[in-house]
């Protein structure tokens, strides 16, 4: 597993929940990156958007199906 950090250097000074990113990485391994045998990749962004501050967890895993499972 590989990750990267694309954050501005002047958004490390705004504090955030201590455990938002963490739950979201969390799950991104757990049910994006953990069922791929070889392994992934996590993208952490952070930008800044008027006064709101804009974080996203994103993996390489496969996206969940948009069509409901049957059964």
């Known amino acids: 597993m590989s990750y990267e950090l694309a954050v501005a250097e002047d958004l490390f000074e705004i504090r955030v929940p201590s455990m938002m990113l963490i739950t979201l990485v969390e799950n991104a391994i757990k049910h994006g990156i953990n069922p791929s045998p070889t392994g992934?990749?996590?993208?952490?962004?952070?930008?800044?958007?008027?006064?709101?501050?804009?974080?996203?967890?994103?993996?390489?895993?496969?996206?969940?199906?948009?069509?409901?499972?049957?059964?």
């Open 40 to 71: 992934g990749f996590i993208l952490i962004t952070g930008r800044r958007d008027g006064s709101m501050l804009e974080l996203r967890v994103a993996d390489s895993g496969p996206a969940l199906s948009k069509a409901p499972s049957i059964g």
